[in-house]
């Protein structure tokens, strides 16, 4: 079953924590990409990868870390540092030109507590 | 920066009336544009998307929507909307951000409600 898993579903922190999401895909595409979503905000970028040991950050990069060290792997660190971490995160994928269809996860909602 | 507008945060329809969602974008340049839809409980899904060509372009589920490139939008629309549909509905501009990256630029969602 191809596609994008993200885990765990739900995950609860108290603040002052990191804590790390989860992003695995075997579409075999070579960019790999972060979202926060909140309410009436629509998705914002994080981060994102064009390729293996490679990214840029995005809209929202303060607070936050990646990593990139395996083509189907694409770990999200939301650090003590950022300021409102509470928000539904969504990693996405796609071959990485610009015609390209991003396909996306099933989110993580993370509550910092 | 580029930015994506969406025109309506909440819309409710009756089964069976048209649907017309407005997306405007602030970018001069070459774009690709597209529609994802994001059912509840799952994940967010291409509906449609535009690259070149004919300005009209048919998606999923009966779904269309229309490039009007000296507007800057891209309106999608639907002729007889299904309880089905209840879902959120994102626009998203696709724009070169430098160094041979593309960066996907969101709006903030249309909530559409079908009402049986």
């Known amino acids: 079953d191809g596609g994008i898993t993200q885990s765990p579903k739900y995950l609860f922190r108290k603040e002052g924590q990191n804590v790390t999401l989860s992003c695995e895909q075997n579409?075999?595409?070579?960019?790999m990409y972060w979202y926060r979503q909140d309410p009436g905000q629509g998705l914002r970028l994080i981060y994102y990868s064009q390729i293996v040991n490679d990214f840029q950050k995005g809209d929202i990069a303060e607070g936050y870390s990646v990593s990139r060290e395996k083509k189907e792997s694409f770990p999200l660190t939301v650090t003590s540092a950022q300021k409102n971490p509470t928000a539904f995160y969504l990693c996405?994928?796609?071959?990485?030109?610009?015609?390209?269809?991003?396909?996306f996860g099933p989110g993580t909602r993370l509550t910092v507590l | 920066a580029q930015s994506v507008s969406q025109h309506n945060h909440h819309v409710i329809l009756s089964e069976a009336a048209s649907l017309e969602l407005g997306c405007n974008y602030s970018y001069g340049g070459t774009v690709n544009l597209f529609w994802y839809v994001q059912y509840p409980g799952q994940h967010l899904q291409l509906l449609l998307k535009y690259f070149s060509g004919d300005p009209l372009v048919k998606g999923i589920k009966g779904f269309e929507a229309e490039f009007i490139k000296s507007k800057f939008s891209f309106n999608l629309r639907k002729p007889s909307v299904q309880w089905s549909d209840t879902a959120e509905y994102f626009c998203a501009v696709n724009v070169y951000s430098g160094a041979g990256s593309y960066q996907l630029t969101f709006g903030k969602g249309t909530k559409l409600s079908v009402i049986p």
């Open positions: 996405a994928s796609s071959m990485g030109g610009h015609t390209d269809t991003q396909y």
């Open positions: 579409l075999n595409h070579d960019a």
